[in-house]
Nanobody, 115 residues
Framework: QVQLVESGGGLVQTGGSLRLSCAAS????????MGWYRQTPGKQRELVAV???????NYADSVKGRFTISRDNAKNTVDLQMNSLKPEDTAVYYC?????????WGQGTQVTVSS
């Protein structure tokens, strides 16, 4: 019924850019915040960026000034523009959608930054 489809991951060199996209579909009422998280083996999933229904944003300190999150409420999509990528950004990135009742997650997309 509900699914989040992510795209845009891949391999990029240090200093390069990638744009991740996430499209939400299905019966999701009253979507509130949308965001991106990332996870590497042996570590907890961490917040990368989040954007509220009103457009307010919040970023992890490690990505401030380099990443930009945006959303299109009409299309139910959320994007993450990643610039000046570093090897430390290598991780599986997950799309997240918060509703009044549930917290939905995408399948994850791999981002690998070579040194």
């Amino acid at each position: 019924q509900v699914q989040l489809v992510e795209s845009g991951g891949g391999l990029v060199q240090t200093g390069g850019s990638l744009r991740l996209s996430c499209a939400a579909s299905g019966n999701i009422y009253s979507i509130n915040a949308m965001g991106w998280y990332r996870q590497t083996p042996g570590k907890q999933r961490e917040l990368v960026a989040v954007i509220s229904s009103g457009g307010s944003t919040n970023y992890a300190d490690s990505v401030k000034g380099r990443f930009t999150i945006s959303r299109d409420n009409a299309k139910n999509t959320v994007d993450l523009q990643m610039n000046s990528l570093k090897p430390e950004d290598t991780a599986v990135y997950y799309c997240n959608v918060e509703s009044t009742s549930y917290d939905y997650w995408g399948q994850g997309t791999q981002v690998t930054v070579s040194s």
